[in-house]
């Protein structure tokens, strides 16, 4: 499996190295700049798709049958591109909180702008919450890529999430008003401590769904043909 | 040390608009088979099969003492498919380490350096640089490294010129000298398999029509051109096909040592593969 991820990080870091640090020095520098600490979370979206559009390198030069030559096995080649979107995250979560240090950093030292300070509970809950939409989003994509390829597989997500919107947006209007009041009311009065504990739990079951997206991953490309 | 590398047995693999198989074919150890076909017959289905790329529908797969869907067993196996190439944003050394990750203690940085020097290519430049050769050149280096049992190429040197083809025909009978290893490669320069293949097996519409050896191949096999009253006297298992034309037939014959006993003041040359397939094709054709 080291060569699987050696050849991961030789495709990063030499066909969108400029690419990750142009967008993440622009979207630092924006943020840093304008005060914007919520700009800096759309880094754990960004490097996390860096991630995954290497399956679309993959079937490009034909690496994705030319693997299958190799003695590594099929949960092994999926496993790895899992764990290399994973580390993508990771580091998108880390550069947004490296970002807003940087802003709060600012807004203390030099200009005086407390509304634009983010205490480390709202960042916690907020990296959940983007971590928690990005696992989601992963773990859609990827068997989906690996299903109908990598360009199918947008099409096939954005109707997914269409429909998942659409549905979820149709619930929300069909629930009775005391029962949408009494929801947001639930909400306001939940502590912050409490409130931090669900999206903890809310960011586990996420990782729990990518995990069941990994098993269906290894069982579509198992059947695959090329 | 098993007597054949490879064998396949009984294989079989359905698509909508073409079936594969049955095919049985061995591959002796150390020898070099060539299989040759036309466009669309099977070969690269059959060798993704062999590859484990691919799952056969039917029959069963043997490739040096084990099969296919053995990650051990493939770690035995060298591949160059024509277009499967490493991303081109990479660099040969890149290359090296990510094959040194995934075969491990079998992996020989020693040989991989050794071939990329003698095949002219540089360990830093990125492969978007490099002409096609260069590219198949690579794929070998990276397929011999780690001193694979069975070679499996793919119209390995397919769009190569004459000089670069040699050179690869070169280093396939160094690479089968001590015996221990083979080779299954598939060719439309069936020049190159005549000059370096031991036997040819020949897949015509997802069917194996033959595997033999070669130099008995290219003896058996003849064109005949004469006459339509010539041909009438010949046995009808010698003839395979018959062009006819304005000047006269032009005919593919069995046992050409038979026929020019049979016809001795008519012209019979030897086939090459080329006219075996060319006639083979034009029967089935018709």
Same mark, same amino acid.
């Given at each position: 499996?080291?060569?699987?991820?050696?050849?991961?990080?030789?495709?990063?870091?030499?066909?969108?190295?400029?690419?990750?640090?142009?967008?993440?020095?622009?979207?630092?520098?924006?943020?840093?700049?304008?005060?914007?600490?919520?700009?800096?979370?759309?880094?754990?979206?960004?490097?996390?798709?860096?991630? /995954?559009?290497?399956?679309?390198?993959?079937?490009?030069?034909?690496?994705?049958?030319?693997?299958?030559?190799?003695?590594?096995?099929?949960?092994?080649?999926?496993?790895?591109?899992? /764990?290399?979107?994973?580390?993508?995250?990771?580091?998108?979560?880390?550069?947004?909180?490296?970002?807003?240090?940087?802003?709060?950093?600012?807004?203390?030292?030099?200009?005086?702008?407390?509304?634009?300070?983010?205490?480390?509970?709202?960042?916690?809950?907020?990296?959940?919450?983007?971590?928690?939409?990005?696992?989601?989003?992963?773990?859609?994509?990827?068997?989906?890529?690996?299903?109908?390829?990598?360009?199918?597989?947008?099409?096939?997500?954005?109707?997914?999430?269409?429909?998942?919107?659409?549905?979820?947006?149709?619930?929300?209007?069909?629930?009775?008003?005391?029962?949408?009041?009494?929801?947001?009311?639930?909400?306001?009065?939940?502590?912050?401590?409490?409130?931090?504990?669900?999206?903890?739990?809310?960011?586990?079951?996420?990782?729990?769904?990518?995990?069941?997206?990994?098993?269906?991953?290894?069982?579509?490309?198992?059947?695959?043909?090329? | 040390?098993?007597?054949?590398?490879?064998?396949?047995?009984?294989?079989?693999?359905?698509?909508?608009?073409?079936?594969?198989?049955?095919?049985?074919?061995?591959?002796?150890?150390?020898?070099?088979?060539?299989?040759?076909?036309?466009?669309?017959?099977?070969?690269?289905? !059959?060798?993704?099969?062999?590859?484990? #790329?691919?799952?056969?529908?039917?029959?069963?797969?043997?490739?040096?003492?084990?099969?296919?869907?053995?990650?051990?067993?493939?770690?035995?196996?060298?591949?160059?498919?024509?277009?499967?190439?490493?991303?081109?944003?990479?660099?040969?050394?890149?290359?090296?380490?990510?094959?040194?990750?995934?075969?491990?203690?079998?992996?020989?940085?020693?040989?991989?350096?050794?071939? !990329?020097?003698?095949?002219?290519?540089?360990?830093?430049?990125?492969?978007?640089?490099?002409?096609?050769?260069?590219?198949?050149?690579?794929?070998?280096?990276?397929?011999?490294?780690?001193?694979?049992?069975?070679?499996?190429?793919?119209?390995?040197?397919?769009? %190569?010129?004459?000089?670069?083809?040699?050179? !690869?025909?070169?280093?396939? %009978?160094?690479?089968?000298?001590?015996?221990?290893?083979?080779?299954?490669?598939?060719?439309?320069?069936?020049?190159?398999?005549?000059?370096?293949?031991?036997?040819?097996?020949? %897949?015509?519409?997802?069917?194996?029509?033959?595997?033999?050896?070669?130099?008995?191949?290219?003896?058996?096999?003849?064109?005949?051109?004469?006459?339509?009253?010539? !041909?009438?006297?010949?046995?009808?298992?010698?003839?395979?096909?018959?062009?006819?034309?304005?000047?006269?037939?032009?005919?593919?014959?069995?046992?050409?040592?038979?026929?020019?006993?049979?016809?001795?003041? #008519?012209?019979?040359?030897?086939?090459?593969?080329?006219?075996?397939?060319?006639?083979?094709?034009?029967?089935?054709?018709?």
């Amino acid at each position: 499996m080291k060569g699987l991820f050696a050849k991961e990080l030789a495709i990063l870091t030499t066909s969108l190295k400029r690419n990750v640090l142009f967008v993440a020095l622009f979207y630092g520098f924006i943020s840093v700049a304008s005060r914007q600490p919520y700009m800096a979370y759309a880094l754990a979206f960004f490097f996390t798709l860096i991630c /995954l559009s290497t399956i679309s390198f993959d079937e490009n030069s034909h690496w994705d049958t030319y693997v299958r030559t190799m003695p590594v096995t099929p949960t092994q080649i999926i496993g790895c591109k899992y /764990l290399c979107t994973l580390g993508g995250l990771v580091l998108g979560m880390l550069a947004a909180t490296g970002i807003i240090a940087i802003i709060n950093l600012v807004c203390t030292v030099w200009v005086s702008e407390p509304g634009a300070i983010s205490f480390p509970a709202d960042v916690a809950a907020t990296l959940l919450v983007c971590g928690g939409m990005v696992l989601l989003f992963a773990a859609l994509l990827l068997p989906l890529s690996y299903k109908f390829n990598s360009v199918n597989a947008r099409s096939w997500l954005f109707l997914l999430i269409a429909g998942f919107a659409g549905l979820g947006g149709l619930l929300i209007a069909i629930l009775p008003a005391e029962l949408r009041g009494g929801f947001i009311t639930l909400l306001n009065n939940t502590d912050e401590a409490s409130a931090l504990l669900m999206l903890a739990a809310l960011f586990a079951v996420m990782l729990l769904v990518y995990g069941i997206s990994y098993r269906v991953c290894v069982r579509i490309y198992e059947k695959k043909e090329y | 040390m098993a007597a054949n590398a490879a064998a396949l047995r009984g294989i079989t693999k359905h698509y909508k608009n073409f079936t594969l198989g049955p095919v049985d074919l061995t591959v002796p150890a150390g020898s070099i088979v060539g299989l040759i076909g036309e466009n669309g017959a099977g070969k690269t289905t !059959l060798l993704k099969l062999l590859c484990g #790329v691919n799952r056969a529908d039917g029959g069963t797969a043997e490739l040096l003492g084990g099969f296919p869907a053995d990650a051990a067993t493939r770690a035995k196996l060298g591949v160059v498919f024509e277009d499967a190439f490493f991303y081109e944003s990479l660099n040969a050394a890149q290359v090296g380490r990510s094959m040194a990750g995934l075969f491990g203690a079998r992996w020989n940085w020693e040989a991989f350096h050794g071939y !990329l020097r003698r095949f002219g290519l540089d360990a830093d430049q990125k492969l978007r640089a490099y002409s096609r050769g260069m590219r198949l050149k690579l794929n070998l280096a990276a397929a011999l490294a780690h001193s694979p049992e069975l070679l499996v190429l793919d119209e390995a040197t397919a769009g %190569l010129d004459p000089v670069v083809r040699g050179e !690869l025909l070169d280093l396939f %009978l160094e690479f089968i000298q001590d015996e221990r290893h083979s080779i299954l490669m598939s060719s439309h320069i069936t020049a190159d398999l005549e000059q370096v293949a031991d036997s040819i097996a020949y %897949l015509h519409r997802g069917q194996l029509l033959f595997h033999e050896n070669k130099d008995e191949l290219l003896q058996e096999y003849g064109v005949l051109r004469c006459g339509e009253d010539a !041909l009438a006297t010949l046995p009808a298992d010698c003839l395979v096909f018959t062009k006819r034309g304005a000047f006269g037939c032009e005919s593919l014959v069995k046992s050409r040592t038979a026929v020019q006993e049979f016809l001795p003041g #008519v012209v019979c040359d030897a086939a090459s593969l080329d006219d075996i397939m060319r006639f083979y094709s034009g029967r089935d054709t018709q």
